[in-house]
């Protein structure tokens, strides 16, 4: 616990707030990953703690470090950067490998190859309204 | 010359500004970074790949404050529909978009902005066709064919056009 | 209420909401009707690493964590897509 008392008080609450904000928004994203039905839905889950799940946690870190060293620190940007080129490049690629396996697996409720009109939307998939 | 040494001066300038947030300010570090700069735009030379033009700083700025914004409202929207299990189960399904935006590098962007907004996600893009294929959890909350283009596709064409 | 309290307590709390975040990941990857619902689980676990390993060094008060996760950042990101790209041409076609 190096240098914690040090902190003023409203950056000590401003961090743990950031903190506990980032780990809430992951925590329920993952419960996404539990409680979604099927593999199309559940791809939306983790985005919640990629997005500001990852930014708060790192906002608070970046502010944490700032105040104990009393100069600029900024490092996090670049895993906040990461995060935000890779996730939805991953996500891509996974959603588009399922839509390939549902397709060769002959599975109905996905989208033949762009059978349908342009502009149309597809039904539910998961077969209730 | 200006050309020759720094082709891509944007990549030039953030992998300079990596380095440096990586190892810390100081003259030996910046010198370093600069020649690591300089290389790395060389070898992006070398691969030719097309140099996107940026046309209008203005609708990146419109972007840049737009996207944060609809990330944090869908973040809300979907903890919201997570939370509320079997009660609050919306449907949902595929959607098709027509897309008039050709460039490489405005599709690459736009496909970022979709995954990353936790309601939809970019499932598949027929090149042929230009046609979109997304999965959105919420079908029925909104226009979503209308909003992709007119908030997200419409900047977009003006960036890269 | 002094600094250091606050900031205990939050990051405790924040780490073990992290933990059970890691925890329903693993439970995924078991389970996981698919291996793309595997792959999805190791995703969302390797980010709930990360941020973990974040809370940890403010909580130690070392930078050192900071390269740690970037590391895992980056090897998440690259694993996923190989096992991504793997279930596209390895599994299906036989």
């Given at each position: 616990?190096?240098?914690?008392?040090?902190?003023?008080?409203?950056?000590?609450?401003?961090?743990?707030?950031?903190?506990?904000?980032?780990?809430?928004?992951?925590?329920?994203?993952?419960?996404?990953?539990?409680?979604?039905?099927?593999?199309?839905?559940?791809?939306?889950?983790?985005?919640?703690?990629?997005?500001?799940?990852?930014?708060?946690?790192?906002?608070?870190?970046?502010?944490?470090?700032?105040?104990?060293?009393?100069?600029?620190?900024?490092?996090?940007?670049?895993?906040?950067?990461?995060?935000?080129?890779?996730?939805?490049?991953?996500?891509?690629?996974?959603?588009?490998?399922?839509?390939?396996?549902?397709?060769?697996?002959?599975?109905?409720?996905?989208?033949?190859?762009?059978?349908?009109?342009?502009?149309?939307?597809?039904?539910?998939?998961?077969?209730?309204? | 010359?200006?050309r020759s040494v720094l082709p891509y001066p944007l990549l030039a300038l953030s992998l300079l500004?990596m380095?440096?947030?990586?190892?810390?300010?100081?003259?030996?570090?910046?010198?370093?970074?600069c020649v690591v700069a300089v290389a790395a735009s060389a070898v992006m030379a070398q691969l030719q790949s097309p140099k996107p033009?940026?046309?209008?700083?203005?609708?990146?700025?419109?972007?840049?404050?737009?996207?944060?914004?609809?990330?944090?409202?869908?973040?809300?929207?979907?903890?919201?529909?997570?939370?509320?299990?079997?009660?609050?189960?919306?449907?949902?399904?595929?959607?098709?978009?027509?897309?008039?935006?050709?460039?490489r590098t405005?599709?690459?962007?736009?496909?970022?902005?979709?995954?990353?907004?936790?309601?939809?996600?970019?499932?598949?893009?027929?090149?042929?066709?230009?046609?979109?294929?997304?999965?959105?959890?919420?079908?029925?909350?909104?226009?979503?064919?209308?909003?992709?283009?007119?908030?997200?596709?419409?900047?977009?064409?003006?960036?890269?056009? | 209420?002094?600094?250091?309290?606050?900031?205990?307590?939050?990051?405790?709390?924040?780490?073990?909401?992290?933990?059970?975040?890691?925890?329903?990941?693993?439970?995924?990857?078991?389970?996981?009707?698919?291996?793309?619902?595997?792959?999805?689980?190791?995703?969302?676990?390797?980010?709930?690493?990360?941020?973990?390993?974040?809370?940890?060094?403010?909580?130690?008060?070392?930078?050192?964590?900071?390269?740690?996760?970037?590391?895992?950042?980056?090897?998440?990101?690259?694993?996923?897509?190989?096992?991504?790209?793997?279930?596209?041409?390895?599994?299906?076609?036989?």
């Open positions: 616990m190096t240098g914690m008392a040090d902190l003023p008080i409203w950056a000590a609450l401003l961090v743990a707030f950031l903190v506990l904000l980032g780990a809430v928004l992951t925590l329920i994203g993952v419960l996404g990953l539990l409680r979604l039905r099927s593999f199309y839905e559940r791809v939306h889950a983790p985005t919640l703690g990629t997005t500001f799940g990852a930014g708060s946690i790192l906002a608070a870190s970046m502010i944490f470090f700032s105040m104990l060293e009393t100069r600029l620190v900024l490092h996090e940007i670049l895993i906040a950067v990461f995060i935000t080129i890779t996730t939805p490049v991953t996500l891509m690629l996974l959603a588009r490998a399922a839509l390939y396996r549902d397709r060769a697996e002959g599975a109905e409720f996905v989208p033949l190859h762009q059978e349908a009109d342009p502009g149309s939307a597809g039904g539910d998939h998961s077969g209730r309204k | 010359m200006m500004a380095w440096i947030l990586l190892n810390g300010v100081s003259a030996g570090q910046l010198l370093l970074g033009r940026l046309r209008s700083w203005r609708a990146i700025v419109r972007l840049a404050l737009v996207v944060p914004v609809d990330i944090f409202r869908s973040n809300v929207a979907v903890s919201r529909q997570i939370l509320a299990g079997t009660g609050g189960r919306k449907v949902s399904g595929f959607v098709t978009i027509p897309l008039a935006l050709r460039d405005g599709l690459a962007i736009l496909a970022c902005i979709i995954t990353s907004t936790p309601g939809t996600a970019w499932v598949e893009y027929d090149s042929k066709r230009s046609t979109l294929l997304l999965h959105v959890l919420d079908l029925e909350s909104e226009d979503w064919v209308k909003l992709i283009k007119t908030r997200y596709e419409q900047p977009l064409g003006e960036i890269f056009g | 209420m002094s600094a250091a309290i606050i900031l205990v307590w939050s990051l405790t709390i924040a780490q073990i909401l992290l933990g059970v975040a890691m925890a329903i990941a693993v439970f995924r990857m078991i389970v996981g009707p698919r291996a793309q619902d595997r792959v999805l689980a190791l995703d969302a676990f390797y980010v709930a690493g990360m941020l973990m390993l974040v809370v940890l060094g403010i909580r130690t008060g070392s930078t050192l964590y900071f390269e740690v996760a970037v590391i895992i950042a980056l090897l998440g990101c690259v694993s996923t897509i190989a096992l991504a790209k793997f279930l596209m041409r390895g599994e299906v076609i036989e």
